[in-house]
């Protein structure tokens, strides 16, 4: 049996960063939705069921961001939200040059370019943080300019949570932007978006068990201009559109259920035996970011001589998904950027592979991946045996 032939109860799915698999309550609730008819902007009987299944839908996420209902713009994806807040902000006038750091998703890189603004980049430190020291000083030389500040919360490689806190209180005086990606967070650890500094925060419905094709930006008032799809004027003309009952339904129940679904001890559990297996089978390898605090449902490392490339069929072969980094690369295995800002030799880098855990991730499925590490370290000490 190959790997397309197995069912999804024989294999073992360890790629949550990625994407998560769907909540019961997200499937639920959008099942119910997709037997109705209609478009929620239309004023008869038919559209106002549709409005308010969407409302209900943006009240939960709200909620759940620590924040109200109309601060939620629903978007396609993260990516979009992303967008609307680089591009749409400097567009808008907020800014006059953008800050991102090198360890950001390429949804912040790339909007970054396609942004009419210059922008500077700032540093990791050998632990996966971003430099606040170096962004302290792009800070002070910005004079009388203002910036628009795009940094993640949670790496979606390494799981390595950044002070966004104290660039809240750097930027506390000032009338610099700050655009957080919370989409690895969300869900997980206590956005409270009224009460933090950030000005727009990006989050997404799939990465917490929700339906993919959804996602939202948090405007703070100051920010209820940035706009990139004016569309119909849906959404106070913040986005424009048909909006999507059914996903709305299935963003708000997942962002309900989040609480329980993702217990960050039992996570952090799992992902603490995965690296054991890893260093119990493996001495040398090397557990990226092990140095700074991480989310705990990440395990982003490297066997030294084992290229990822090869391991990652590996473990597919065995029944075992995970990741080489990042998903969002056109389905092909490259060099992490993110490892290169941490000042990982490429070399290493290339032997990089991801373990993210989340709601639906069991004891039987950290025994998986130890099984199938033993055969691919089995495979390659006898590799190089054949090759002295």
Same mark, same amino acid.
């Given at each position: 049996?190959?790997?397309? $032939?197995?069912?999804?109860?024989?294999?073992?799915?360890?790629?949550?960063?990625?994407?998560?698999?769907?909540?019961?309550?997200?499937?639920?609730?959008?099942?119910?939705?997709?037997?109705? =008819?209609?478009?929620?902007?239309?004023?008869?009987?038919?559209?106002?069921?549709?409005?308010?299944?969407?409302?209900?839908?943006?009240?939960?996420?709200?909620?759940?961001?620590?924040? $109200?209902?109309?601060?939620?713009?629903?978007?396609?994806?993260?990516?979009?939200?992303?967008?609307?807040?680089?591009?749409?902000?400097?567009? #808008?006038?907020?800014?006059?040059?953008?800050?991102?750091?090198?360890?950001?998703?390429?949804?912040?890189?790339? @909007?970054?370019?396609?942004?009419?603004?210059?922008? $500077?980049?700032?540093?990791?430190?050998?632990?996966?943080?971003?430099?606040?020291?170096?962004?302290?000083?792009?800070?002070?030389?910005?004079?009388?300019?203002?910036?628009?500040?795009?940094?993640?919360?949670?790496?979606?490689?390494?799981?390595?949570? &950044?002070?966004?806190?104290?660039?809240?209180?750097?930027?506390?005086?000032?009338?610099?932007?700050?655009?957080?990606?919370?989409? &690895?967070?969300?869900?997980?650890?206590?956005?409270?978006?009224?009460?933090?500094?950030?000005?727009?925060?990006?989050?997404?419905?799939?990465?917490?068990?929700?339906?993919?094709?959804?996602? #939202?930006?948090?405007?703070?008032?100051?920010?209820?201009?940035?706009?990139?799809?004016?569309?119909?004027?849906?959404?106070?003309?913040?986005?424009?559109?048909?909006?999507? @009952?059914?996903?709305?339904?299935?963003?708000?129940?997942?962002?309900?259920?989040?609480?329980?679904?993702?217990?960050?001890?039992?996570?952090?559990?799992?992902?603490?035996?995965?690296?054991?297996?890893?260093?119990?089978?493996?001495?040398?390898?090397?557990?990226?970011?092990?140095? @700074?605090?991480?989310?705990?449902? =990440?395990?982003?490392?490297?066997?030294?001589?084992?290229?990822?490339?090869?391991?990652?069929?590996?473990?597919?072969?065995?029944?075992?998904?995970?990741?080489?980094?990042?998903?969002?690369?056109?389905?092909?295995?490259?060099?992490?950027?993110?490892?290169? @800002?941490?000042?990982?030799?490429?070399?290493?880098?290339?032997?990089?592979?991801?373990?993210?855990?989340?709601?639906?991730?069991?004891?039987?499925?950290?025994?998986?991946?130890?099984?199938?590490?033993?055969?691919?370290?089995?495979?390659?000490?006898?590799?190089?045996?054949?090759?002295?």
């Amino acid at each position: 049996m190959n790997a397309s $032939e197995m069912t999804a109860s024989e294999r073992t799915y360890l790629d949550h960063n990625a994407s998560a698999p769907l909540l019961p309550a997200a499937r639920e609730a959008m099942a119910g939705v997709l037997a109705m =008819t209609g478009n929620p902007s239309s004023v008869h009987a038919e559209g106002r069921a549709l409005r308010e299944v969407v409302e209900e839908g943006r009240e939960t996420v709200a909620r759940a961001a620590g924040t $109200e209902a109309g601060r939620v713009v629903f978007t396609g994806s993260a990516t979009e939200a992303l967008t609307q807040a680089i591009v749409g902000g400097i567009e #808008a006038g907020l800014a006059d040059a953008i800050v991102v750091s090198a360890g950001e998703h390429q949804a912040v890189l790339k @909007a970054a370019e396609a942004a009419r603004a210059p922008v $500077e980049v700032v540093g990791l430190t050998g632990d996966g943080e971003i430099d606040l020291t170096s962004l302290a000083a792009i800070v002070g030389r910005a004079g009388g300019g203002r910036l628009l500040i795009a940094l993640h919360w949670v790496n979606n490689e390494t799981g390595v949570v &950044q002070p966004i806190g104290a660039v809240g209180e750097m930027l506390a005086d000032s009338r610099h932007v700050l655009v957080v990606d919370a989409v &690895q967070g969300f869900g997980k650890l206590d956005l409270a978006f009224e009460a933090g500094r950030a000005d727009m925060v990006a989050i997404s419905a799939h990465k917490i068990g929700g339906p993919a094709g959804i996602g #939202a930006l948090l405007v703070k008032p100051g920010c209820d201009g940035v706009r990139i799809i004016p569309g119909g004027g849906q959404q106070q003309g913040r986005r424009g559109g048909t909006e999507s @009952a059914a996903l709305s339904a299935g963003f708000g129940a997942a962002a309900n259920a989040a609480g329980s679904a993702f217990d960050l001890d039992t996570l952090r559990t799992l992902a603490n035996r995965i690296e054991a297996a890893i260093l119990e089978r493996a001495p040398a390898a090397v557990i990226f970011g092990d140095g @700074a605090e991480r989310l705990g449902t =990440t395990v982003d490392f490297a066997i030294p001589g084992v290229e990822s490339a090869i391991s990652m069929i590996g473990f597919d072969l065995a029944g075992v998904a995970l990741s080489a980094g990042s998903a969002c690369s056109s389905g092909k295995v490259s060099r992490s950027h993110v490892l290169g @800002a941490m000042g990982v030799p490429g070399a290493l880098a290339d032997c990089a592979l991801r373990v993210s855990v989340g709601w639906s991730t069991t004891e039987k499925d950290v025994a998986r991946f130890a099984e199938a590490l033993d055969v691919i370290m089995e495979q390659h000490e006898a590799a190089d045996t054949a090759a002295a």
